[in-house]
């Protein structure tokens, strides 16, 4: 089989998903903030183990709009972060699946590609201006201003959660009107969230500032995940904040599972989260 044959088949997953989105908005108009490479669109990585489309080398950050159908469309909408250990974004497992499972709840889902690979500074840059875009943009969606929340897996559980507890910290000079807005998720969803346990002794990382004002929270891991302890500290830290959390932590499930089936805890935690974000989506 020829090569550009090869590759065409193992972008098949990214084309067929990524082509029912119904916007693409570009973070930044200007320069991105410590970036000086050229922009670029993302680059897909050669590893499509599992199905899975990892892209890389993301250097012109966008979010990806998927709105819900209006015959059944809530004002709620949601942001989602893909994982992927800061090195690449799982955009099909942990983004477009996640975005057409919210349409079929009635949410509106705007897929975040931040930057990587090792930019945590420009994650959370990027993860701000989006909150900042959406909110900015909420009527053109019917959606309403102070009902966007965020979603993250694994990485970006991660950066959901550092959004959630630093949004009001300047990660970059303003650019437009949108930046006068708030930062703040309405609410945050880690689904196997890592790195939340970098503290001494595996306690809370020490960037995440909780208190009373952080938004409430749904967590999902499970025991045999080697992050699993994140999940566990940060439902501890918000509880102890007198943030409204929520945390089911199940025996088994491993990291990385997304919504497919054939995975025990990626067939409990969609139905417990839509459960809870019915709530949430409300307050």
């Not at 590893?47 to 209006?70: C, F, H, K, M, Q």
């Not at 503290?199 to 409430?216: F, M, N, S, V």
Request: a neutral charge.
């Amino acid at each position: 089989m020829k090569p550009f044959i090869i590759f065409m088949l193992m972008l098949a997953p990214y084309a067929i998903t990524h082509a029912q989105h119904r916007e693409t908005i570009h973070l930044w108009p200007d320069a991105v903030p410590g970036e000086t490479t050229a922009r670029h669109a993302a680059v897909p990585t050669s590893d499509t183990s599992r199905g899975v489309v990892r892209l890389t080398d993301v250097t012109d950050p966008i979010l990806e709009v998927y709105p819900a159908n209006p015959a059944h469309a809530k004002n709620v909408g949601v942001i989602i972060c893909p994982g992927g250990g800061y090195n690449i974004l799982a955009i099909n497992l942990e983004g477009y699946e996640i975005a057409q499972w919210l349409n079929q709840l009635g949410y509106t889902a705007f897929v975040l590609q931040y930057r990587v690979p090792k930019k945590e500074a420009g994650a959370l840059q990027d993860a701000q201006r989006a909150m900042r875009i959406v909110r900015s943009r909420a009527k053109e969606w019917k959606l309403d201003p102070e009902k966007i929340g965020m979603m993250g897996f694994s990485a970006g559980g991660s950066l959901t959660a550092r959004t959630a507890t630093q949004y009001n910290v300047k990660a970059y000079m303003p650019v437009d009107k949108a930046d006068s807005l708030s930062a703040r998720p309405a609410f945050g969803m880690l689904i196997y969230p890592a790195y939340l346990d970098r503290g001494e002794g595996r306690t809370l990382t020490p960037e995440l500032h909780i208190d009373k004002q952080t938004p409430p929270m749904f967590l999902f891991a499970t025991a045999d995940d080697t992050y699993g302890n994140s999940a566990l500290v940060m439902a501890g830290a918000l509880r102890d904040a007198g943030v409204p959390a929520e945390l089911h932590f199940y025996a088994k499930g491993g990291h990385g599972y997304g919504l497919r089936p054939g995975n025990s805890a990626a067939e409990v935690w969609p139905t417990l989260a839509a459960k809870w974000l019915e709530h949430a989506g409300t307050r």
